[in-house]
């Protein structure tokens, strides 16, 4: 890093996924927090840096040092479309001490990730979004609301993301162009933008037994195998064949590939399945993966059939690790530290894809060397407005 580089403050930041994208545009990450140990010792063992393992709500602020930028996703449990929205579950406070911590060093800018059902909830009939951002406008901050898909930005996921990102004395930052950044950034070319299961995982070789690494396939032939295997590994880990009832076993041979639970015939439902038909599930349930197309989300709960669209499109399996990771658009020599397979999980689907990370990191970079380096406003001394009596 030079001196130049941008300071980050990166809160909540699991295993790095959208640390990874701000470190591609060369910003320098002095600071980062979460409070699970085993996601805070992979990202250390990736990234290089060490985290403070904390409850942020534990963390005095005057501890949090002064940066340009501060990043992190608050927990979206909360605020997921999958999910109750409580007033009082104590996981949806951490949208509002992030908002703490920015209001406590104002950073030039500020970007804080959500699922896109956070605009679903609401304080005093206002939706949360519009909340955050009235505060962060009172204190100089120009806010913008990007609503992003992963698979716009080279991720072979459509998965739809929040980013509230503030701009302190300056203009708004602008959406990241999915062409000018594949072609800028990634330098991939048009003929190169496919996106498809396939290509995101075409490459790998047969999944192996626990423990043991994988040889690939194949030489990597699209841009995406080639950015997942840049350093040249021999093999890759967490390739490793998920286990399955023999119930989901029958069940997935009778799903075509971008399938799901509609294409199992009557007689060979279970009582599940019958349930979903007569009700309406959803159409990732059972799903499987389209070769010629980017996945569904990629959930916490990828080794379970019944939850997202888990199942290999070539293959009558669940996804691996590695692949979901892939999907993820992690690369191959990325580990993770766990001592559970749904701990395992829970990291993979949880974090921010890093190519679009990156490609929110680079509008940011892009607005913070365009504009001065100074501070126009001094860090808000007074109660916050959720601390008032």
């Not at 501070?375 to 407005?385: D, E, N």
């Amino acid at each position: 890093m030079t001196a130049a580089s941008p300071k980050v403050v990166s809160l909540f930041c699991g295993i790095g996924g959208l640390d990874l994208g701000f470190l591609r545009e060369g910003f320098d990450v002095v600071w980062a927090n979460d409070i699970l140990p085993n996601a805070a010792a992979g990202y250390a063992k990736n990234l290089g840096h060490p985290v403070v393992v904390a409850d942020l709500n534990d963390v005095p602020l005057a501890s949090i040092p002064a940066a340009d930028v501060v990043i992190g996703g608050p927990p979206c449990q909360p605020f997921s479309l999958m999910g109750l929205r409580r007033k009082d579950d104590p996981r949806g406070s951490l949208v509002f001490r992030f908002a703490d911590v920015v209001l406590s060093i104002m950073p030039r800018v500020f970007v804080m990730e959500n699922v896109p059902g956070m605009e679903a909830s609401k304080i005093d009939g206002h939706r949360l979004p519009e909340v955050l951002a009235t505060e962060f406008e009172a204190a100089g901050y120009t806010v913008t609301k990007m609503r992003l898909r992963a698979s716009d930005y080279m991720v072979p996921q459509l998965r739809r993301r929040l980013f509230l990102i503030g701009h302190l004395g300056g203009a708004a930052i602008p959406l990241p162009s999915p062409d000018a950044y594949a072609m800028l950034r990634l330098s991939v070319s048009e003929e190169e933008r496919v996106v498809s299961a396939t290509a995101a995982l075409g490459d790998l070789g047969p999944c192996t037994s626990k423990g043991e690494r994988a040889a690939y396939a194949s030489q990597p032939t699209t841009w995406l195998a080639k950015y997942y295997r840049r350093k040249d590994l021999a093999d890759v880990s967490l390739h490793e064949c998920p286990r399955m009832s023999r119930t989901d076993q029958k069940l997935v041979s009778y799903i075509p590939p971008g399938g799901n639970f509609r294409d199992v015939p009557v007689e060979a439902a279970t009582g599940r399945i019958l349930k979903y038909r007569e009700t309406g599930g959803r159409s990732t349930t059972y799903g499987r993966l389209h070769p010629d197309r980017p996945s569904h989300t990629v959930n916490t709960y990828f080794r379970r059939p019944n939850v997202g669209t888990n199942f290999h499109y070539a293959e009558d399996r669940l996804i691996t690790a590695r692949e979901a990771m892939r999907l993820q658009s992690f690369p191959d020599d990325f580990e993770l530290v766990f001592t559970a397979q749904q701990e395992r999980n829970t990291q993979i689907g949880n974090a921010v894809p890093p190519l679009l990370a990156q490609a929110v990191a680079w509008s940011v970079r892009s607005a913070l060397d365009a504009a001065p380096q100074r501070r126009t406003r001094a860090p808000v001394q007074q109660p916050l407005p959720w601390q008032r009596p």
